[in-house]
Protein backbone atom coordinates (compact mmCIF):
# COMPACT_ATOMS: atom_id res chain seq x y z
CA UNK A 1 0.00 0.00 0.00
CA UNK A 2 2.84 2.46 0.97
CA UNK A 3 4.69 1.40 -1.98
CA UNK A 4 1.22 2.67 -4.67
CA UNK A 5 1.10 5.99 -2.14
CA UNK A 6 5.13 6.54 -3.18
CA UNK A 7 4.31 6.02 -7.00
CA UNK A 8 1.31 8.34 -6.55
CA UNK A 9 3.54 11.00 -5.18
CA UNK A 10 6.23 10.40 -8.22
CA UNK A 11 3.69 10.67 -10.56
CA UNK A 12 1.93 13.49 -9.41
CA UNK A 13 5.39 15.40 -9.27
CA UNK A 14 5.67 17.96 -12.05
CA UNK A 15 9.01 16.85 -14.11
CA UNK A 16 9.06 19.17 -16.79
CA UNK A 17 11.82 22.23 -16.77
CA UNK A 18 9.27 25.01 -15.93
CA UNK A 19 7.82 22.38 -13.33
CA UNK A 20 11.63 21.68 -11.76
CA UNK A 21 12.33 25.07 -11.39
CA UNK A 22 9.54 25.96 -9.71
CA UNK A 23 9.39 23.70 -7.65
CA UNK A 24 13.30 24.00 -6.62
CA UNK A 25 14.89 25.68 -3.30
CA UNK A 26 15.54 29.38 -3.95
CA UNK A 27 19.48 29.08 -4.09
CA UNK A 28 19.10 25.95 -6.79
CA UNK A 29 16.65 28.89 -8.63
CA UNK A 30 19.78 31.29 -8.61
CA UNK A 31 22.03 28.65 -9.93
CA UNK A 32 19.79 27.75 -12.82
CA UNK A 33 18.78 31.73 -13.47
CA UNK A 34 22.51 32.12 -13.42
CA UNK A 35 23.82 29.35 -15.91
CA UNK A 36 20.29 30.37 -18.25
CA UNK A 37 21.75 33.95 -18.33
CA UNK A 38 25.34 32.58 -19.41
CA UNK A 39 24.41 30.14 -21.52
CA UNK A 40 22.14 32.92 -23.69
CA UNK A 41 24.86 35.34 -23.53
CA UNK A 42 27.84 33.05 -24.69
CA UNK A 43 25.18 32.04 -27.90
CA UNK A 44 25.43 35.88 -28.44
CA UNK A 45 28.94 35.79 -28.45
CA UNK A 46 29.27 32.59 -30.27
CA UNK A 47 26.85 34.44 -33.00
CA UNK A 48 28.56 37.64 -32.94
CA UNK A 49 31.99 36.51 -33.43
CA UNK A 50 31.09 34.22 -36.29
CA UNK A 51 29.70 36.66 -38.40
CA UNK A 52 32.31 39.23 -37.55
CA UNK A 53 35.23 36.49 -38.64
CA UNK A 54 33.00 35.52 -42.01
CA UNK A 55 33.18 39.56 -42.53
CA UNK A 56 36.54 39.79 -41.81
CA UNK A 57 37.54 37.31 -43.59
CA UNK A 58 35.58 38.73 -46.60
CA UNK A 59 37.09 41.66 -46.59
CA UNK A 60 40.68 40.28 -45.90
CA UNK A 61 40.53 38.53 -49.01
CA UNK A 62 39.18 42.05 -51.48
CA UNK A 63 41.99 43.65 -49.92
CA UNK A 64 44.36 41.48 -50.75
CA UNK A 65 42.91 41.17 -54.06
CA UNK A 66 42.85 44.86 -54.49
CA UNK A 67 46.74 45.08 -52.82
CA UNK A 68 48.41 42.76 -55.26
CA UNK A 69 46.59 44.06 -58.53
CA UNK A 70 49.56 46.28 -59.03
CA UNK A 71 47.88 49.32 -57.96
CA UNK A 72 49.22 52.00 -56.37
CA UNK A 73 49.91 51.92 -52.10
CA UNK A 74 49.32 55.87 -52.88
CA UNK A 75 45.95 55.44 -54.59
CA UNK A 76 44.71 52.95 -52.10
CA UNK A 77 45.84 54.78 -49.20
CA UNK A 78 44.12 57.37 -50.37
CA UNK A 79 40.76 55.51 -50.97
CA UNK A 80 41.40 53.82 -47.63
CA UNK A 81 42.05 56.47 -45.56
CA UNK A 82 38.59 58.41 -46.05
CA UNK A 83 36.68 55.48 -44.54
CA UNK A 84 36.86 53.43 -41.04
CA UNK A 85 39.03 50.56 -41.77
CA UNK A 86 39.75 47.19 -39.73
CA UNK A 87 41.76 44.31 -40.50
CA UNK A 88 44.53 44.39 -43.38
CA UNK A 89 42.77 47.54 -44.15
CA UNK A 90 43.75 48.88 -40.90
CA UNK A 91 47.16 47.25 -40.40
CA UNK A 92 48.07 49.22 -43.95
CA UNK A 93 46.36 53.01 -43.09
CA UNK A 94 48.46 52.95 -39.92
CA UNK A 95 51.87 51.93 -41.87
CA UNK A 96 51.47 53.94 -44.84
CA UNK A 97 50.49 57.06 -42.48
CA UNK A 98 54.12 56.78 -40.81
CA UNK A 99 55.62 55.99 -43.97
CA UNK A 100 54.21 59.57 -45.26
CA UNK A 101 55.41 61.27 -42.22
CA UNK A 102 58.67 60.42 -42.28
CA UNK A 103 58.66 60.67 -45.81
CA UNK A 104 57.52 64.68 -45.43
CA UNK A 105 59.73 64.97 -42.69
CA UNK A 106 62.92 64.05 -45.05
CA UNK A 107 64.34 61.68 -42.14
CA UNK A 108 67.32 60.74 -43.53
CA UNK A 109 68.31 57.24 -40.85
CA UNK A 110 67.02 54.25 -42.39
CA UNK A 111 66.95 52.39 -39.62
CA UNK A 112 64.96 54.90 -37.38
CA UNK A 113 62.08 54.57 -40.32
CA UNK A 114 62.15 51.29 -40.28
CA UNK A 115 62.24 50.59 -36.44
CA UNK A 116 58.86 53.50 -36.27
CA UNK A 117 57.53 51.29 -39.44
CA UNK A 118 57.92 48.16 -37.09
CA UNK A 119 56.61 49.65 -33.68
CA UNK A 120 53.21 50.89 -35.55
CA UNK A 121 52.90 47.61 -37.26
CA UNK A 122 52.97 45.77 -34.36
CA UNK A 123 50.70 48.35 -32.54
CA UNK A 124 48.13 47.80 -34.89
CA UNK A 125 48.36 44.08 -34.81
CA UNK A 126 47.81 44.63 -31.28
CA UNK A 127 44.53 46.62 -31.69
CA UNK A 128 43.24 43.93 -34.19
CA UNK A 129 43.80 40.77 -32.32
CA UNK A 130 42.27 42.28 -29.74
CA UNK A 131 38.81 43.07 -31.23
CA UNK A 132 39.15 39.58 -33.33
CA UNK A 133 39.71 37.98 -29.21
CA UNK A 134 37.43 40.32 -27.70
CA UNK A 135 34.90 38.58 -25.19
CA UNK A 136 36.07 34.90 -26.21
CA UNK A 137 37.43 34.12 -22.55
CA UNK A 138 34.03 34.56 -21.08
CA UNK A 139 33.67 31.31 -23.14
CA UNK A 140 36.58 29.70 -21.56
CA UNK A 141 35.16 31.23 -18.43
CA UNK A 142 31.79 29.71 -18.60
CA UNK A 143 33.17 26.46 -20.34
CA UNK A 144 35.11 25.55 -17.50
CA UNK A 145 33.06 26.92 -14.64
CA UNK A 146 29.27 26.23 -15.42
CA UNK A 147 29.84 22.47 -14.88
CA UNK A 148 30.96 23.25 -11.31
CA UNK A 149 28.15 25.70 -10.63
CA UNK A 150 25.89 23.45 -11.83
CA UNK A 151 27.25 20.78 -9.27
CA UNK A 152 27.05 23.12 -7.03
CA UNK A 153 23.48 23.41 -7.07
CA UNK A 154 22.83 19.72 -7.64
CA UNK A 155 24.79 19.22 -3.81
CA UNK A 156 22.34 21.88 -2.27
CA UNK A 157 19.24 20.06 -3.97
CA UNK A 158 20.47 16.76 -2.65
CA UNK A 159 21.07 18.18 0.57
CA UNK A 160 17.47 19.49 0.53
CA UNK A 161 16.41 16.37 -0.39
CA UNK A 162 18.22 14.50 3.13
CA UNK A 163 16.39 17.37 4.89
CA UNK A 164 12.76 16.36 3.36
CA UNK A 165 13.81 12.61 4.68
CA UNK A 166 14.74 13.80 8.26
CA UNK A 167 11.60 15.78 8.28
CA UNK A 168 9.23 12.81 6.62
CA UNK A 169 10.62 10.33 8.92
CA UNK A 170 10.53 7.93 5.53
CA UNK A 171 13.10 7.66 2.57
CA UNK A 172 10.65 6.48 -0.07
CA UNK A 173 10.66 7.30 -3.67
CA UNK A 174 7.74 9.77 -3.62
CA UNK A 175 10.25 11.64 -0.70
CA UNK A 176 13.08 12.09 -1.98
CA UNK A 177 12.03 12.17 -6.35
CA UNK A 178 11.48 15.97 -6.72
CA UNK A 179 14.23 17.23 -4.76
CA UNK A 180 16.90 14.95 -6.86
CA UNK A 181 15.23 15.66 -9.86
CA UNK A 182 15.54 19.40 -9.06
CA UNK A 183 18.96 18.87 -7.84
CA UNK A 184 19.95 16.69 -11.70
CA UNK A 185 17.97 19.45 -13.62
CA UNK A 186 20.89 22.40 -12.09
CA UNK A 187 24.20 19.72 -13.51
CA UNK A 188 21.92 18.97 -16.34
CA UNK A 189 21.62 23.20 -17.13
CA UNK A 190 25.86 23.60 -16.59
CA UNK A 191 26.46 21.06 -18.84
CA UNK A 192 24.37 22.58 -21.78
CA UNK A 193 25.84 25.75 -20.81
CA UNK A 194 29.67 24.49 -20.35
CA UNK A 195 29.10 22.21 -23.69
CA UNK A 196 28.80 24.97 -26.32
CA UNK A 197 31.02 26.88 -24.78
CA UNK A 198 33.55 24.74 -24.93
CA UNK A 199 33.47 23.61 -28.77
CA UNK A 200 32.99 27.55 -29.53
CA UNK A 201 36.24 28.49 -27.74
CA UNK A 202 38.07 26.32 -29.03
CA UNK A 203 37.10 26.95 -32.90
CA UNK A 204 36.54 30.50 -32.46
CA UNK A 205 40.06 30.97 -30.78
CA UNK A 206 41.65 28.84 -33.95
CA UNK A 207 39.88 31.17 -36.36
CA UNK A 208 41.14 34.18 -34.87
CA UNK A 209 44.79 32.74 -34.46
CA UNK A 210 43.97 32.46 -38.27
CA UNK A 211 43.23 35.77 -38.95
CA UNK A 212 46.26 37.32 -36.95
CA UNK A 213 48.36 35.07 -38.39
CA UNK A 214 47.20 36.56 -41.60
CA UNK A 215 48.06 40.18 -39.96
CA UNK A 216 51.06 39.47 -39.41
CA UNK A 217 52.44 37.80 -42.66
CA UNK A 218 51.00 40.82 -44.42
CA UNK A 219 52.86 43.22 -41.84
CA UNK A 220 55.97 41.46 -42.61
CA UNK A 221 55.65 41.46 -45.92
CA UNK A 222 54.35 45.02 -46.39
CA UNK A 223 57.25 45.71 -44.05
CA UNK A 224 59.61 44.00 -46.55
CA UNK A 225 58.51 46.15 -49.40
CA UNK A 226 58.44 49.88 -47.33
CA UNK A 227 62.03 48.51 -46.69
CA UNK A 228 63.26 48.21 -49.81
CA UNK A 229 61.72 51.64 -50.86
CA UNK A 230 63.84 53.15 -47.96
CA UNK A 231 66.99 51.50 -48.55
CA UNK A 232 66.58 52.40 -52.68
CA UNK A 233 65.81 56.22 -51.11
CA UNK A 234 68.94 56.35 -48.56
CA UNK A 235 71.05 55.00 -51.73
CA UNK A 236 70.59 58.21 -53.90
Request: proline content about 3%; charged content about 20%; glycine content about 8%.
Amino acid sequence: MEAMEAVGTVAAHDFSPIGLFMAADIVVKLVMLGLLAASIWCWAIIIDKSMMFTRVRREMNRFEKTFWSGQSLEELYQTLSQRPTSGLSSVFVAAMKEWKRSHEQNASSYVGVQARLDKVLDVAIARESEELEKRLPFLATVGSAAPFIGLFGTVWGIMNAFSSIAASQSASLGVVAGPIAEALFATAIGLVAAIPAVIAFNKLSGDAGKLIGRLEGFADEFAAILGRQLEARSRR
